[in-house]
């Protein structure tokens, strides 16, 4: 592991997490902001995480993806409760093509 890159310890303990018997160590909460100002959190699945950051699916025209492209700033927030862990990742989202 690249002791430079955070995101390899993300992905060491959510396979830590899977290999521990957690349920759903894929999912995350995902912290967004609207236009308007109003905070939302909702659960959504971390497809990959890379070097570059964390990978999700999500149907256009949601209120997420209506949040992200007013204010792409955001947080994703893990939990594994079998590894009495917690990690918190603030982002800037954008769209892969």
Sequence with gaps: MDERDPMALLRQWQN?????GETAPDEVVLSTVSAAGDPSARMVSAK????DGI???TR????KVADLAANPRCAFTFW??????????????????
């Design 55 to 57: 990978v999700f699916g």
């Design 16 to 20: 830590e997490a899977r290999l521990g």
């Design 80 to 97: 594994w409760p079998s590894l009495d862990r917690s990690v918190r990742v603030a982002c800037t989202a954008s769209a892969l093509d």
């Design 60 to 63: 256009l025209g949601t209120r």
């Design 48 to 51: 990959a995480i890379t070097s």
